[in-house]
């Protein structure tokens, strides 16, 4: 089936920073989108991308959707403590029904 | 709050029994999907329905079914609960059937545990 390999799988950063995150895949996708997981809570959508080559922000979030529709960025500018968590994106496929298939996630973790 | 609703949070079973999970999707939404978090699988979409009928079946086990009433709420019932079913259970809306971009809102799940 189809996959999305997310990278990294973990970062460690300081407060501050800025973070890249990214999703590539061997099938083309319809829309991205990026949601972020606290522990024990439901991802939380952060960013939705519907066009090839969009560029959306949202606060100290940007995301892209690639040209060829394979692949997506996440980027978060001057990293604060809140941001802690896991950071997923998710495609769905050109055709059919609203199956969306995740990435494996970046967990980020902080350092005041 | 994403206006997704599931209940319970928290469900705790034996091995070989059956149980019910509850999502009321958000206001105006007609789409329902389920899906499953485990640490070996990561997130997976088990099933969508529509407006009450089945749309998309994903790695659903036969064990599992799955239901959306006339109020658009949904019920996941799992069946001969295994030891590997414990996961984390979240259900998703979203206005749409399927077609085009449709941004899919979750819950904040239901996590079940099967000793």
Known sequence: GQQLNQSPQSMFIQ??????????????????????????EGPVLL??????????????????????????FLNISASIPSDVGIYFCAGLPLQGAQKLVFGQGTRLTINP | DSGVTQTPKHLITATGQRVTLRCSPRSGDL?????????????????????????AKGNILERFSAQQFPDLHSELNLSSLELGDSALYFCASSVKAGKGTDTQYFGPGTRLTVL
Not at chain 1, 18 to 32: A, L
Not at chain 1, 47 to 72: H, M, V
Not at chain 2, 43 to 53: A, P, V
Request: charged share 20%; glycine share 10%.
């Open chain 1, 15 to 40: 407060e501050g920073e800025d973070v890249s995150m990214n999703c590539t895949s061997s099938s083309i996708f319809n829309t991205w989108l990026w949601y972020k997981q606290d522990p024990g």
């Open chain 1, 47 to 72: 960013i939705a991308l519907y066009k090839a080559g969009e560029l959306t922000s949202n606060g100290r979030l940007t995301a892209q959707f690639g040209i060829t529709r394979k692949d997506s």
């Open chain 2, 31 to 55: 789409s329902v999907y389920w899906y499953q978090q485990s640490l070996d699988q990561g997130l997976q979409f088990l099933i969508q329905y529509y407006n009450g009928e089945e749309r």
